[in-house]
């Protein structure tokens, strides 16, 4: 039974879904074409529009846009890839799944968790064929100068952008939107993310023959997709290349077209979240918030992280949130410290492995309260209070 006096908790994120999420699968249903067909055409076109780029071709997830990126740009087995070693998994993981090698690569630092561009030009060798930005948070402050680095180094650009739907890389409205520099960039809509439909991806380029390519090896590396057949714009394919499955289907679709209607609106209620944590969590002694001197107005704001004063202080202030109920995440373990890539581990990433031990991600949603908000910060200020004092 639970406690009817007891205040209720607080979720990491939450979905903003309504009836129009309700409608969009009730249309789809109803039209009785559920896999990808007019739905994922239209939300290509969306999302192209809103990046300002050629090409958008919707995918299984953003693992699957991650793959499909190095597999259109011809990266395998000799080639290497530089990537922070401050991401999810997925990069890395795809990486090795196309023969080639991930090279891990440092932050900036505590307060600004991306791709060191000093870094990459480090650890650059004949063999580097393109480097990984990944927009920690939604923040893409290195992407211009990286960019320019690939441009230079005659390296191909991909950018994770999986945390950066609708942010820009750098201050003001004509700065290049995040997913927009990359040679092929990535997006992932999963539960938790600015765009949520469950499961779903995207994967954006200005080039055709990487739209070819994407899209070739996002059906079994089939010449046309069956929705064209069934439309009987084609009656018969070939198979070029050996591809996968790595559709959307139009019902995900229908749920990212609504959800895209609600972008704009539900990522300038993340920013008001986060400038109101941000004048909140400055006065509390001892923490880092990272990107404090990013524009909120370029971010994306998917997350709001904290960098707490060491790795027990971390834990303290976590143990406190959950006694309130409040849900708190680390995003992320560093790469080297996951089994799989434990041989990695003698890499020089001092930031990189300070930064796993003490970030701690706080619930950032757009349906998120004020009041929400002010329990979180009270939380964690009594947790380090504590911590500081003991
Ligand atoms: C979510 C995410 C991915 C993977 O996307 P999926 O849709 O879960 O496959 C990759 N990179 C980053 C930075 C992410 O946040």
């Known amino acids: 039974m639970s406690d009817p006096s007891a205040v209720p908790g607080v979720p990491l994120s939450d979905l903003d879904y309504d009836a129009a999420e309700e409608t969009a699968v009730l249309r789809v249903l109803r039209s009785k074409w559920l ?27 953003g693992t699957a846009a991650l793959h499909l990126a190095l597999l259109a740009l011809g990266i395998g087995p000799g080639d290497e890839v530089i990537q922070p070693a401050i991401n999810f998994v997925a990069a890395a993981n795809v990486t090795r799944a196309t023969g080639a090698t991930p ?34 948070g939604g923040y893409a402050t290195r992407l211009v100068e990286i960019a320019r680095l690939c441009r230079a180094r005659g390296l191909a650009l991909v950018e ?21 520099l990359g040679h092929l960039s990535c997006f992932s809509f999963f539960s938790n993310k600015n765009l949520a439909i469950g499961e779903g991806g995207m994967v954006t380029t200005d080039r055709d023959d990487l739209l070819a390519a994407v899209t070739r090896l996002r059906s079994h590396g089939m010449t046309s997709l ?10 018969s394919y070939d198979v070029v290349v ?19 209607a609600k972008l ?22 001892g923490v880092i918030l990272p990107f404090a001197e990013a524009d909120i107005a370029a971010s994306a704001c998917h997350l709001m992280t904290l960098v707490a004063p060491g790795a027990a202080a971390r834990e303290a202030i976590a143990e406190a949130l ?25 890499n020089s990433l001092p930031h990189s492995l300070e930064f796993a031990a003490r970030t701690l991600t706080l619930p950032l949603f757009p349906t998120m309260t004020m009041d929400q ?10 947790a380090l209070r504590q911590t500081l004092a003991a």
């Open 322 to 346: 959950r006694a309130h109920g409040i849900q708190s995440s680390r995003h992320y373990p560093c790469i080297t410290g996951f089994s799989a890539f434990a041989e990695m581990a003698e």
């Open 373 to 382: 908000l002010d329990r979180v910060c009270d939380a964690v200020a009594a």
């Open 160 to 180: 994770d952008a999986c945390h950066a739907i609708g942010g820009r890389a750098g201050g003001g409205a004509d700065a290049p939107m995040a997913g927009s």
């Open 226 to 235: 069956s929705w064209e057949r069934h439309r009987g714009h084609a009656s």
């Open 103 to 136: 090279v891990l690569a440092d932050i900036v630092g505590l307060a600004e968790p991306v791709l060191d561009p000093a870094e990459v030009e480090r650890r650059i060798t004949p063999r580097t064929r393109a480097v990984v930005v990944m927009h920690y």
């Open 264 to 285: 704009a609106r539900n990522n300038d209620r993340r920013r008001a979240l986060v400038a109101a944590y941000r004048a909140r969590l400055r006065e509390v002694p």
């Open 35 to 61: 896999s990808t067909g007019p739905e994922v055409k239209q939300f290509e076109a969306e999302v192209a529009a809103l990046l300002g780029v050629q090409h958008a071709v919707a995918v299984a997830n």
């Open 242 to 260: 050996n591809g996968y499955n790595y559709r959307m289907d139009d019902l995900r679709a229908a749920l990212g077209r609504a959800q895209l």
